[in-house]
């Protein structure tokens, strides 16, 4: 897939930039808010994180870009000074950049860090020692420093003391200007943006998101056989939309296609939001309107979002879905943005999984709970507990 991904890119006349290196999988911290460590050894690392980087070096990816997190399997060493010691995270290491990325992957393109403003390199080394280091340590360029004239300060003199050799700062500069020169900004740097719309936007590549949007769709989970819904069109059917928090919705709303989609084969439905703002009076609210419905279909909305330092629901909003799981009302649990959701809702009897969160997949997942388009997708995932890669079950159209 990151194959494919990076072929189309390129081929856009885009670079296209593998990232975090070496892998930012397995994480308990945002390092948007700390340094966070992946403690496995190196053997497992061959086996989960470097197999896709080798795979993009392979199909030439043009960029690759560094992780703020700290591998001791293949770093140990701890941040020159740093505000507090700290170990070594792969923007900063000359083990990981230059001796894993570039002489043993043979990554000839582009390296960049990742925002050095981020808490796990700004809040331990300042901007021109965070600056120099990374460009000691392999990077090409260091990108979005919270003090730009601090970096670049902390680069030259590292490069007056010897501590950087001009001839490295040579050979990426001669990388950034091959770079440019491959995606033609010598000629061209504009971009034109009123041609966009007719380049993409068109039905034939609509088409193309909708089925792409359709095959997605996996129904992980159905203990009572209830998906697709074989409900009356008078039916009273409750509809909660479940948001992990109600702020930071910049682009749409969650449920802004589902819940009409849904009035459109139920016109009794009614539709709740519940974030974390809900109060214990609406939770009975909910409750209460539970009792009276001929199905319930929840939609779960849990983004991965920068600085949130959070991918799941409250406690009370997994009390109110595992309550209403228990009664023999129908309910089916619709999981929009991140798909491990399904593994702190296990108790739910029946989970739809569709990986993204925007209008053209909650059409698509009304569809399949409908019964009016088939249900086929795999999980390219595994979810600890519960099921492996590959699992899904299969639902015909009505």
């Known amino acids: 897939m990151a194959q494919a991904y990076i072929r ?14 070496p ?13 966070a460590v992946i403690e496995h ?5 061959e086996q989960v994180e470097l197999p896709p980087f080798k795979a993009a070096i392979d199909a030439g990816v043009g960029a690759v870009m560094s992780s703020h997190i700290a591998l001791p399997a293949l770093d140990s060493t701890m941040v020159e000074g740093a505000a507090q010691p700290i170990r070594s995270p792969a ?10 990325l570039r002489d043993e992957m043979n990554f000839g393109g582009l390296i960049y860090t990742d925002s050095m403003s981020m808490f796990a390199i700004a809040q331990n080394v300042s901007p021109d020692r965070a600056a120099a280091l990374a460009v000691k340590a392999g990077a090409d360029q260091v990108l979005h420093s919270p003090d730009d004239d601090a970096a670049f300060r902390g680069i030259k003199a590292a490069v007056q003391n010897g501590e950087i050799a001009e001839a490295q700062i040579t050979r990426s500069a001669e990388r950034v200007l091959a770079a440019k020169a491959r995606v033609g900004l010598h000629l061209s740097r504009g971009v034109d943006l009123g041609g966009i719309d007719a380049s993409l936007g068109t039905r034939e590549h609509e088409k193309v998101a909708d089925d792409l949007a359709a095959r997605a769709i996996t129904l992980i989970k159905d203990d009572r056989h209830q998906v697709p819904l074989t409900l009356p069109r008078t039916a009273n059917v409750l509809y909660l939309s479940v948001i992990d928090y109600a702020s930071g919705w910049r682009e749409g709303a969650p449920s802004r296609m589902f819940l009409p989609e849904l009035k459109k084969r139920w016109p009794n439905v009614t539709g709740v939001e519940v974030s974390d703002r809900t109060n214990a009076d609406e939770f009975d609210l909910v409750r209460a309107l539970a009792r009276k419905a001929d199905a319930i279909v929840a939609s779960v909305f849990v983004r991965i979002a920068s600085y949130s330092g959070r991918m799941d629901l409250s406690e009370r909003q997994v009390s109110l879905l595992e309550s209403l799981g228990t009664s023999q009302t129908p309910l089916v649990a619709v999981l929009f943005g991140n798909p491990y959701t399904a593994t702190f809702l296990k108790k739910l009897p029946a989970m739809v999984v569709t990986y ?27 979810l600890p507990g519960m099921f492996p890669l590959g699992h899904g079950l299969d639902r015909p159209t009505h």
């Open 8 to 21: 189309g890119v390129q081929d856009g006349g885009m670079i296209a930039t593998a990232k975090h290196f």
């Open 23 to 35: 892998g930012h999988g397995d994480t308990a911290t945002d390092t948007h808010l700390g340094l």
């Open 41 to 45: 050894p190196r053997s497992r690392l």
């Open 91 to 100: 923007t900063l290491s000359l083990p990981i950049l230059t001796g894993l």
């Open 356 to 382: 993204e969160e925007f209008d053209g997949m909650e059409q698509a997942a009304v569809r399949a709970i409908a019964g009016e388009a088939p249900v086929t997708g795999k999980l390219p995932i595994s």
